[in-house]
């Protein structure tokens, strides 16, 4: 069967049921720009957690780190990000639209949006001038004495910034890495297709530190881990590929990167990048700060500068993914149903407890009580508004995995049903045994159910 989502599907749910919002909305809206609701902010939670757990909590040779976005500027001036962290951009005199010299067979023409921009009589675009993505901004009250500063493009200079310091106290030898998440700041040019790509977004770094020798080694073991990482949590194998970058695409910092890619309604995109940045960045900061940051072995005196393997995720992006991959239609007793097929630990709630008659005062406090219960446990919520056929399909937009209903029966033999988000199986059991019952199920092991 072949896969029914479409993007406007997915930023159509993602709105109705309260996942992401259009930014700034009352003021018309800014591009490239979205706000997260509750639901969002969930499962973007458990998308941060799942990461770091599996990049700190799971392995002993990996720290975290929480840089500031407003670093010394010197910082990227030296990284090479001042003069080199750009587009190249052409502008068409024609329509007046701006696009990426080398994503035109991407871009649509402004006058024939069938045509790529300068396929048309029409178009008049200029030659390309490099544009520098760093937002900009100053620190210090007066113009005249601040100083210039930027918001940083990435999380992973923060990371180099603070080798020596990390790598002292954490007490570990090469290789071993230091991981940070947090928010990342472009001036995209390019339409964004809803949070694929947007001004503001988190990322998932984590810099690998490695004998030069192994460098080559550890790229192809992260790009292997990070693979499996997609796959543990559901992102079904016919939908991810990688991809190794061409020597004329690759960063200025890279010597070899290949992508993760994802199959997103909009095509094979980029998921995540692992690159082999070599020593680039530890020696330019040497170089231009004056402390040497190098592996120094205490006990035999060896030093050396380590080359660096970095996978690099976007949060948003992940979610993106998850979103879609899980994201289906079906017709159920000639009642069509959608449904967020998501893995259990990334679905922004776990268990939902419904009393059939909100009213009756048996059964929602029979509810009431497991919910209290449940909610000490993980992620719950209790829904009393609206018939139960319409409770079921809300929970399933969202992607709840199981679904606990209160209803006469509970009030005679202490039982409620539990119902499958993904078979729509129910079945019975005591009330007692409802929480280590979710609890057991939300630990085996999931694969989607969703067709390749
Ligand atoms: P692209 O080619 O899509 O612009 P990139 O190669 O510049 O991405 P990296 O610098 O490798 O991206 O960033 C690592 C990850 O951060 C990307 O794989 C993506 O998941 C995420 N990312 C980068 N830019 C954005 C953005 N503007 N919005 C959302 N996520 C982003």
């Not at 210039?148 to 990371?159: C, F, H, K, S, V």
């Not at 994802?262 to 020696?283: C, K, M, V």
């Not at 029979?366 to 399909?393: F, H, K, P, T």
Request: with cysteine; aromatic share 10%; net charge negative.
């Amino acid at each position: 069967m072949p896969d029914v989502v479409t993007m406007d599907k997915i930023v159509s749910l993602a709105r109705r049921r309260g996942f992401v919002f259009p930014s700034s909305e009352i003021y018309g809206g800014l591009g490239s720009s979205y706000d997260y609701g509750h639901y969002g902010v969930l499962m973007k939670e458990n998308v941060k957690a799942r990461w770091l757990e599996a990049m700190v909590r799971e392995r002993d040779d990996i720290v975290a780190l929480d840089s500031s976005i407003i670093l010394h500027p010197s910082v990227w001036r030296a990284s090479g990000h001042v003069a080199g962290f750009t587009d190249p951009l052409v502008d068409c005199r024609h329509c007046k639209l701006r696009f990426r010299a080398d994503q035109l067979e991407e871009a649509q023409c402004g006058a024939r949006p069938s045509k790529h921009p300068g396929e048309t009589e029409l178009c008049d675009l200029t030659e390309p001038r490099q544009f520098n993505l760093m937002f900009q901004t100053r620190i210090g009250a007066l113009e005249e004495t601040g100083l210039d500063a930027y918001l940083r493009p990435e999380t992973a200079q923060g990371i180099f910034v603070n080798f020596k310091n990390v790598a002292q106290i954490a007490r570990r030898k090469p290789p071993f890495g230091i991981a940070q998440l947090g928010k990342a700041f472009r001036n995209e040019i390019t339409p964004g297709n809803f949070i694929f790509r947007t001004l503001e977004f988190e990322m998932m770094e984590m810099e690998y530190f490695v004998p030069p020798e192994s460098a080559e080694h550890w790229h192809r073991y992260w790009i292997d881990e990070r693979l499996a990482w997609y796959r543990r949590f559901g992102i079904r194998e016919s939908h991810l590929r990688v991809r190794a970058h061409e020597s004329d695409e690759l960063s200025h910092y890279s010597s070899a990167t290949s992508d993760i890619e994802y199959l997103f309604p909009i095509g094979w995109s980029e998921l995540e990048g692992i690159a082999n940045r070599g020593d680039y960045d530890l020696t330019a900061h040497s170089e231009a700060s004056g402390t040497r940051l190098e592996w120094v072995d205490s006990a035999t005196g060896e030093r050396y500068v380590p080359y660096v393997v970095e996978p690099a995720a976007g949060v948003n992006r992940s979610l993106l993914a998850f979103l879609v991959d899980s994201y289906d239609e079906e017709v159920v007793a000639e009642r069509p149903r959608t449904v967020l097929r998501l893995h259990p630990e990334i679905a922004p709630v776990k268990a939902a407890i419904l009393p059939l008659v909100p009213r009756d005062a048996e059964m929602s406090t029979r509810a009431r009580n497991l919910y209290e219960e449940l909610r000490r446990a993980m992620v719950a919520e209790y829904d009393d508004s609206g018939q139960i056929g319409r409770r079921y399909r809300r929970q399933d937009e969202i992607g709840t995995p199981f679904a606990l209903t209160v209803d006469e029966q509970t009030v005679e033999d202490e039982t409620v049903t539990i119902r499958d988000r993904d078979s729509l199986a129910q079945e019975r059991i005591p009330i007692a045994g409802a929480r280590s019952f979710v609890l057991d199920r939300l630990a085996q092991e999931w694969k989607t159910s969703k067709a390749d």
